[in-house]
């Protein structure tokens, strides 16, 4: 099978970048995309900032219990989903990747919802906010557990080279996740068996309050690739550009049968780990501050900007585009309702056991 040329070494010692901070391009190779593709990956960066702002502001409305902001993370979560086949390869995600879900396509309105708590949510209001998931765009529900999706990840991988279906699965996680066993159990088994996975670290470099240096002795999260025998790539998650290319190359080498990698997005989170977090106790505010000068939009706007492909006006647009989506797509949500209490016995049971049922008769009063 033909695999794309490689454009890029494994275990560099620098992140990848293929965009300086000027917005020029840097990448050493011929820049493939259509003008419509990039100002999508833009808009789609843009949006995933609105919603992360506006949910931020539902939680402190007291409409929505618990946010996980995404800011600072949108160039690497978009530029991973317009790498993958959407609704063919599979998506393991973790808590922080709204914006990824989003520009995979996922309907904003079920985003909404399902962080609302109604019947919006296809899951039927039965997880935690922030916690997705899709069947129809094959995408894992988000599990509260940090790397717990990592070994059934590397086992959907497996199921799909036995199968021979020619999709891949791409699992991401913060940095925290890689000091849990179930993450090197899940990474270790893919690289065993040759798996056509794609290991996607966000490394924002903390996992709530604990900062890299003290997460693990390696200098980085790539290196660990070396371990389980597949390539490990470090790079700049800032850039949309060089976080698409590699995730593009990365997936395709899976889907062509070479095998698992690990890929490190180096990242910033601009906000607390969480809405139940004061980051200020951790992280002094001059190193955030520094981050946000880097920010991936202003940057990617640059590049943009100096092909003509974008501007204030544009910017205005979609930006009040962007804002009314939101604020329609709450109020379709809302709209739905809040699911009815007996549907929490749905869906996991062919057969309800009898003492479920009797717990529902009892809950509908029909004891
Ligand atoms: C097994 C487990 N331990 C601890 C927690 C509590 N917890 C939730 S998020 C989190 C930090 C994870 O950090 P990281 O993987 O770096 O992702 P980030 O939130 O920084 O994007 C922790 C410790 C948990 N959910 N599961």
New binding site residues.
Partial sequence: MIRESQLFEPFTEEPISVMNEAGEWVGGFDLDLEPETLTRFYRDMLRARVVDERLGRLQRQGKVSFV?PGGGHEAAQVGIAHAMRAREDWLYP?Y?DIGLLLALGLPLVEIVGQSLGTSADPAKARQMPYHPGSGEFNVFTVA????SHVPPAAGTAISQKLAGSGEVTVCT?????TS?GDWHAGVNFAGAQGAPAVFVC?N?G???SVGMRHQTGSDSIHVKAHAYGMPGYFVDGMDVLASYYVMREAIARARDGFGPSLVELVVY?YGG?SSADDDSRYRPRAEVEQWKRRDPLTRFRRFLEKRELWDDEREAATLQELGDEFTAAVKQAEEAGVPPVASMFDDVFADLPARLRKQRAELLGEG
Avoid: L
Wanted: cysteine-free; hydrophobic content about 35%.
């Fill in positions: 996980a973790y922080r509260s557990p940090i790397a996680f913060g940095d925290g996740a849990e966000e924002n903390y996992a709530i989170r780990h």
